[in-house]
C-alpha cells in the first residue's frame, strides 16, 4: 500500500539549476497538493490541484510551476532554485472534492538545499 | 483569510502524565474541519484527531481528545497516558467545508515525552 510517493527524498541544487519533485499517489484521489515546511513556520501551501487538469496558487508560489500530469501525478518544478528555496518539501492527496472528511494524506517529504 | 495559532513552540511532559497543547483560529466561516497533526522525528505526517465544526461532541481517539470551544475559536489537544512515542511535532490545522480543501496549518508546538 504505496499511498503517496515523492521523489526524491533528498536533493542538493547549486543557485540557479533546476529540478522536478515528483509525486504519484495511488487512492484514486481527486485533489493534489505541495507544501513547504520551514523551521518555525509550519507548513505552507505552495499549489494544488483540486482535479486533473486544474491547479491553483497557494500562499507561497512564487518561484515555483507545477503539472498536473494525470489523477494520479502531481509535479513542482523549480525552474531557477534559489537559496530561499531550501526547504522540505510535503505532497499530499485527498479524496473527493466538497463534503469529504477532510484528512489529507502526505508523503514522506523531500528535503532540498540549494547552495 | 483563515489564520491558526499555536501560541506554545515547545513542550514537555513526564512519560505516563497528561499534556494539553493550545490552538486558536480565525475564521468567517461556519463550516470547516480542524486537526492535529503529528510529525515524529521520521518526518511523516500523521492525522491524529479531526473535528467538524457542526458537531457539539468533542472529537476523542483512543489517549487523544479535543477541548473544541467554537465561539472562542479554539481547539486544544490533550494526550492522557503520554508515552515515549508521543514525541513529536504536533500541528493544528484548519479546513474549509468544501471548495479546494486546502489546509491552513499553525507553526507547531514540539512535545518531548521524558522517561
Known amino acids: 500500500n504505496a499511498g503517496v510517493t515523492q521523489t526524491p527524498k533528498f536533493q542538493v541544487l547549486k543557485t540557479g539549476q533546476s529540478m522536478t519533485l515528483q509525486c504519484a499517489q495511488d487512492m484514486n484521489h481527486n485533489s493534489m497538493y505541495w507544501y513547504r515546511q520551514d523551521p518555525g513556520m509550519g507548513l505552507r501551501l505552495i499549489y494544488y490541484?483540486?482535479?486533473?487538469?486544474?491547479?491553483d496558487k497557494g500562499e507561497v508560489p512564487n518561484g515555483y510551476n507545477v503539472s498536473r500530469l494525470n489523477k494520479r501525478e502531481f509535479s513542482l518544478r523549480l525552474e531557477s532554485a534559489a537559496p530561499s528555496q531550501t526547504s522540505v518539501y510535503f505532497c499530499?492527496?485527498?479524496?473527493?472534492?466538497?463534503?469529504?472528511?477532510?484528512?489529507?494524506?502526505f508523503g514522506e517529504g523531500s528535503r532540498l538545499t540549494v547552495l | 483569510a483563515q489564520t491558526v495559532t499555536q501560541s506554545q513552540p515547545e513542550m514537555s511532559v513526564q512519560e505516563a502524565e497528561t499534556v494539553t497543547l493550545s490552538c486558536t483560529y480565525d475564521?468567517?466561516?461556519?463550516?470547516?474541519?480542524l486537526f492535529w497533526y503529528k510529525q515524529p522525528p521520521s518526518r511523516q505526517m500523521i492525522l491524529v484527531i479531526r473535528q467538524e465544526a457542526y458537531k457539539q461532541q468533542n472529537a476523542t481517539e483512543n489517549r487523544f481528545s479535543v477541548n473544541f470551544q467554537k465561539a472562542a475559536k479554539s481547539f486544544s489537544l490533550k494526550i492522557s497516558d503520554s508515552q515515549l512515542g508521543d514525541t513529536a511535532m504536533y500541528f493544528c490545522a484548519f479546513m474549509k467545508w468544501g471548495g479546494s480543501e486546502k489546509l491552513v496549518f499553525g507553526k507547531g508546538t514540539k512535545l518531548t515525552v521524558n522517561p
Open positions: 499530499a492527496s485527498s479524496p473527493l472534492q466538497g463534503g469529504n472528511t477532510g484528512e489529507l494524506f
Open positions: 475564521t468567517s466561516e461556519n463550516n470547516y474541519y
Open positions: 490541484s483540486a482535479s486533473e487538469g486544474t491547479t
